[in-house]
Structure formats: C-alpha cells, structure tokens
C-alpha cells in the first residue's frame, strides 16, 4: 500500500531487530550480484508493520528505484488465493472436497488417464477413481504443465490447447484438459500443474461469479487487499515493477 510503514519497533512485538536486518542483507546480495533487479520486504507480527526495506530498481533501465507502494507481480502466489477461494465455497456448502471435478466441468467425468504409446497413437485406460475437487487443491490430478516435460501427456495438452480460439476463457480451457488423457491416477502420486486453474473454474461454477470478481468481493475487499488486482490500468501501471528473467 502507499502508505505502507513501520508502525512498531521489532522488539515490541517480539521479533529480532538484528535477525530481521540479516533478512535484508542477505537479499541485497541478489541486486549486487546481478542476479535481480530489485526487491521490497516488509515484516509484520500481531497486525504491525516491524519491518520494512527496500533495494534495487522496479525498472533497472529507467534507474527507477523500488517504492514502498511498488506493485509485483505475485505469479502462482494466485495458487493459495485460489485455495482459499475454495475452501469459502466448501464452508458455504456449495461443495466438498471429495466431490467429483465433473460435477462442475463435465468433460472431466470422460478423463482417462496415459499409459503409452505416441501423441499420434496414445495408450490410456480408465480412471480407478474420478477427480476430485481435493486432487486439484494438491496437484494430485494427473494434470500437467504442458511445459514441464516432453512425454506424450504434455504434448497432448500443448496440441489441444493450440485447438482454441485465441483469448480462450477458463471454461473453455479447462473443458479442453478434461478431454486430455492425464499423467497418472487421480490421488496416486504429486506434479505441479493447472490443477489450481482448473480449481478456480469449480469456484466459478458453484459460486455463479467469476473468479476474479469472487476474489474481490470475498477476499480482497473483506482483508483490504486494495493494491491486488487481476489486472491493472491507470496510474496503477506506473507502479508496477518490470519483470526480468
């Protein structure tokens, strides 16, 4: 936030003055090695801001330096708003987690999963178990991230997705990963994928919102989260970091 700053000394809330300026140092070292171009850290304990600094350039090329109201992309930090996005709709009963993926995206309940052969020719058999909405909280699917292997079962996905119509919206997205033999048995083993996309999709159907309008009006505003935005415009674009590899 703008106005974000230390509100108490670290002491008082029972942290450690000198252990927290450790924390600082030591990422300093990324910016002067090279390795970013910039950070901001803030600590805060029993609702106080004990801690906050900042080093390095939002934008290295501008010499534009790190604010304190300086916006970040959170990438998959998305993943555990996701989950909480759930876990509103399962204490509201609109789900639980053992309910069927199907239930809500119903190209799921014909999902089978990759046993061999090619791309051209895949082996798949039947699920021994549907996907549950507890398989997509824990990246148990079968899943994948079409970009984390080469096997057939990632250029399955990369080949459907190629299939929709630019600028595809999450429904559509997720219906095509249904139809997508998966990597493994549902529950059987662990691999980071769409599963927490294909998640906030079941919000969407059981809640009847969007997903990023089910964020504001849940999670966002009711924390007052006012500088997370799905997307930004205005002055807010002013504020964001650029992003480097």
């Known amino acids: 936030m703008s106005d974000l700053k230390v509100e108490a000394e ?144 990632y250029e399955l996905v990369t080949r459907a997705e190629a299939l929709l119509p630019k600028g595809a919206d999450l429904a559509a997205l997720t219906d095509t990963w249904g139809r997508v033999p998966l990597l493994f048995q549902p529950g059987s083993s662990w691999h980071y994928s769409v599963a927490s996309d294909a998640l906030g999709r079941v919000v969407e159907v059981a809640s009847g919102k969007p997903l990023d309008v089910f964020f504001a009006d849940e999670i966002l505003a009711p924390l007052r989260m006012v500088d997370t935005h799905w997307y930004l415009e205005g002055d807010d674009l002013g504020r964001l970091a650029r992003l480097y590899q």
Not at 75 to 88: E, L, Q, R
Request: hydrophobic residues 45%; glycine residues 12%; proline residues 6%.
């Open 10 to 153: 670290a002491a008082e809330v029972g942290l450690d003055a000198s252990r927290l300026a450790r924390a600082g140092s030591f990422l300093r070292g990324f910016v002067d090695s090279g390795g970013m171009a910039g950070w901001s850290l803030v600590v805060g304990r029993r609702g106080q801001v004990a801690y906050l600094t900042a080093y390095g350039h939002s934008d290295a090329d501008a010499g534009a330096p790190i604010e304190s109201n300086t916006l970040f992309r959170i990438m998959s930090m998305t993943k555990p708003v996701t989950a909480v996005a759930a876990m509103i709709c399962v204490e509201r009963g609109l789900f639980q987690l053992k309910d069927p993926v199907s239930r809500f995206i119903p190209s799921f309940g014909q999902a089978r999963v990759f046993t061999g052969g090619t791309v051209e020719a895949p082996e798949t058999e039947a699920l021994s178990e549907p996907v549950q909405i507890w398989h997509l909280l824990t990246h148990t699917s079968g899943l994948v991230y079409n970009w984390l292997g080469d096997t057939p079962p």
